[in-house]
């Protein structure tokens, strides 16, 4: 055979067997993936397709662990659903998330746990919408969303394994019965049961502090804020009643307030011009100095999320 | 060639135009001055023409690459002492900071340069004529970043060569390079995810932890830059060119001196031929005039050239007394190595050899491992707190995501499984390459659907493009 035929043959053979085997694993692991009976994915999973609560909470490891969603749901007669995910995301990960639902159906209330740093730009921002990669295909209004990663992404998407990439363990322990479920979980509400012991576990480095000091005068990006918009408009498209709540962060007594970070300024004007439900308890003096009702700094444990959820029942009832 | 010279330029304009005026200083003055002291007979005169390209090239870098850890020492140096001697600090306030932008690769380029230099003046080179030809040397893309540092009479001729694009060469560059993402992309930067996690608050882990943390920084730290350089040898392959290896299995070496010259080759030569042999010979010279009878000259001029040299070499890899402290350990133990070479022969006849290579082994990698405590860590104060909590902090050990924890050790154990193979195939002469093509591809395809599978894609850059 003439040796240029047969280079361009290997050639072909090759990226015929990569493609093959790449597809053929890019479906079972699909088909697992849709399967897993527990965990953070299977949690996305079922808000994207199944969830049909009348009220739904947003937003990142502070939703998830500071809104007890039965709590909400008994006293406000409604059913509610946490679909908060944790691992830092921004709000572009909120927006994708309201933007699957709200196409989906209209639920009556939708709140959205917030913080001025969802709106920056930090490392890593946009790689975490690497949990959506699995819905890209079934989700066109998620593509925009996910395209953002980076310019190559729509060429890794040509891959079948590629939106499963670093889960492989995960589909396989949430697959099977070996796991235990070591999180309790009602209705998407995840609590905390540590507890901060005593001020010594909140000393603070001076690389933590110099990267508050940097995010205190960070601006946001543009991306974000759009998305924060659009959440905005969605729920007023679709009749929905948007509450934006800031939940609480551990303060000692008579600590001084920061000022406000430009990103901050930003969300705040866009709640102004927009007329939001903003509920601020960010610096709620209920839990100044209350360590035991915080696991660390930026984290409600249990007993403190059911104190915060309560408050802000309250709250909600007035806006009924 | 030209368009090789065009890439190079166009590679680092990339990062910002006005970056290249560094190493365009460094190119057309090392360039010049080669030229001059080959055609000047005066020793005088030549050695001012050498010292001049030294001062610039040396110059430029130890400006743009230490300038403000040098001003911030000095600064805390003299609060430090007046703080002793007076009670109080002499210098108020902070110290001042130079916004620089550092020259991609500045420390690559300038040894490269250097070590041109020195070969000229001793003579044992003719300089290049053609400046197109020296820019290219250096500028050469795909070692550009973080090298290998090639050597003059290795690169230039093959400039010179036709170059044409051959299909065995694109196939094994093509492997090179894929081999060099699964390093990265696989290992090293699944485990930054851990050892970033761990170290930035060491504060907040137990012993077992930062140890684990350590351990796994040394396998990120080989990855990433064997990564990067495989990722290098490939490319020029397949534009046709040959670089230097600067790997040969580090982690088989029995002794922290053997490792260094299975580590980071390329440097390694450069600062035995450039600073080390000259040194130890001056050393040498020096005490052999003087007699000394507790110590052998040798051993005197060892220990002072390897004691310099790998502080040095500590101080090449970045502007920080981590660094310093990381370099003068390397040839501290070196020194406690060349000082119990008689006892450990006489232990090697004692013990079987699997248990001295095993030993060795052993010994090196733990050895290393805890030296890049000081490579890692954020500050010295960090690097000497992780040291002690190793050794007296229990507690549990930090898990993080249960999926993280085992596709690091997974990443360990494949590159473990390569490394033996690799070290002892050859030896054995094992055949390991199928009689089937369609088979030995099979390897291949393996490999990239492993990058595809647990792959980090969106890891940070090389740890080495700093430097």
């Known amino acids: 055979m003439n040796k240029y035929i047969s280079r361009i043959l290997k050639i072909f053979v090759f990226l015929l067997l990569i493609a093959i085997i790449d597809q053929v694993a ?103 919408l690497s949990v959506l990669l699995p819905y890209y295909s079934e989700y066109s209004e998620l593509r925009t969303i996910i395209l953002l990663r980076g310019p190559y992404e729509r060429v890794k998407l040509l891959s079948a394994i590629y939106p499963f990439n670093s889960n492989v363990i995960n589909i396989i322990r949430f697959n099977t019965n070996t796991h ?40 946001a990006d543009t991306n974000m804020v759009e998305a924060l918009k659009n959440i905005i408009v969605l729920c007023k498209e679709k009749n929905v009643s948007l509450f934006i709540v800031s939940s609480p962060i551990f303060h000692i007594p008579n600590e001084k307030p920061g000022s406000p970070s430009p990103a901050a300024k930003t969300a705040l004007e866009i709640f102004r011009q927009n007329n939001v439900n903003f509920l601020d308890f960010s610096s709620d003096s209920t839990f100044t100095g209350h360590l035991e009702w915080f696991s660390d700094r930026g984290h409600l444990n249990d007993e403190g999320a059911k104190i915060f959820t309560d408050r802000l029942i309250e709250k909600l009832k007035n806006y009924k | 060639m030209v368009i090789l010279l065009l890439s190079g330029i166009f590679f680092y304009m990339f990062a910002g135009a006005v970056t290249f005026i560094v190493p365009a200083v460094i190119i057309l003055s090392t360039f010049f001055c080669g030229i001059m002291i080959s055609g000047t007979v005066n020793q005088g005169k030549k050695k001012v023409l050498f010292l001049s390209g030294l001062v610039i090239n040396l110059g430029l870098l130890v400006f743009f690459k230490y300038i403000n850890f040098i001003i911030t020492s000095t600064f805390e140096g003299i609060n430090f002492i007046s703080k002793i001697i007076w009670s109080e600090h002499v210098l108020k306030g902070s110290s001042v900071f130079l916004k620089l932008i550092i020259p991609l690769g500045i420390s690559f380029i300038t040894f490269q340069a250097v070590g041109y230099l020195i070969e000229i003046y001793r003579g044992s080179h003719i300089p290049e004529k053609n400046l197109g030809v ?183 890899h970045g502007a920080s007394w981590n660094f310093v402290i990381f370099g003068f350990l390397q040839g501290f133990i070196m020194t406690v190595e060349l000082l119990t070479r008689k006892v450990r022969k006489k232990v090697k006849k004692i013990i079987p050899s699997w248990l001295d290579t095993l030993g060795g082994m052993g010994f090196t990698f733990a050895v290393f491992s805890f030296t890049t405590i000081f490579f890692k860590a954020n500050t010295v104060t960090d690097a000497f707190f992780i040291v002690g909590k190793i050794f007296t902090a229990s507690g549990p050990f930090y898990i993080g995501e249960w999926q993280q924890i085992i596709y690091c050790f997974l990443a360990v154990f494949l590159l473990l499984i390569v490394s033996l193979s690799q070290e002892y195939s050859v030896k054995k002469s094992l055949q390991l390459k199928p009689k089937y093509w369609f088979i030995s591809q099979i390897g291949y395809v393996f490999l990239i659907i492993l990058i595809l599978l647990i792959g980090v894609f969106d890891g940070g850059q090389f740890i080495y493009f700093q430097f």
């Not at chain 2, 040194?279 to 040498?284: N, P």
């Open chain 1, 26 to 128: 890019g479906i079972i692991l699909r088909k697992l993936y849709f399967t897993q009976k527990a965990g953070q994915n299977n949690a996305l999973t079922y808000a994207f397709r199944d969830c049909k609560a009348d009220i739904l909470i947003f937003g990142n490891s502070r939703a998830q662990h500071h809104y007890d969603s039965r709590l909400i749901s008994d006293s406000l007669k409604m059913s509610c659903y946490n679909a908060g995910q944790d691992g830092g995301h921004s709000v572009l990960m909120q927006y994708a998330q309201i933007k699957v639902l709200t196409n989906r159906y209209s639920p009556e209330i939708i709140i959205l746990e917030f913080d001025p740093v969802n709106i920056v730009n930090t490392a890593g921002s946009y790689d975490r």
């Open chain 1, 180 to 219: 235990v479920a070591r999180k309790q979980d009602i209705d998407g509400y995840v609590p905390i049961k540590d507890k901060i012991m005593n001020i010594g576990m909140l000393e603070r480095k001076p690389e933590t502090d110099r990267e508050d000091e940097i995010l205190s005068q960070s601006v």
């Open chain 2, 134 to 316: 020296f820019a290219t040397y250096l500028l050469f893309f795909p070692k550009l970043l973080s090298g290998p540092i090639e050597r003059a009479h290795n690169f230039i001729p093959q400039l010179r060569l036709k170059h044409e694009l051959n299909y065995e060469q694109i196939v094994e560059g093509l492997k090179r390079i894929l081999w060099g993402l699964f390093l990265k992309i696989v290992v090293a930067d699944r485990l930054a995810l851990y050892t970033d996690a761990v170290f930035n608050n060491c504060r907040q882990h137990s012993g077992i932890t930062l140890l684990v943390a350590s351990i796994f920084f040394t396998v990120q730290l080989f990855s990433d830059f064997a990564g990067y350089t495989s990722i290098a040898i490939g490319s020029a392959q397949i534009l046709g060119f040959r670089l230097m290896e600067n790997f040969n299995s580090p982690f088989m070496a029995k002794s922290i001196a053997e490792f260094w010259g299975r580590w980071h080759i390329s440097l390694s030569n450069w600062l035995r031929d450039y600073l080390f042999l000259p040194l130890s010979y001056s050393v040498a010279r020096r005490a052999m005039k003087k007699s000394y009878k507790v110590f052998k000259v040798e051993y005197i001029s060892y220990i002072t050239g390897i004691l310099i040299t790998m502080t040095i070499c500590g101080i090449w």
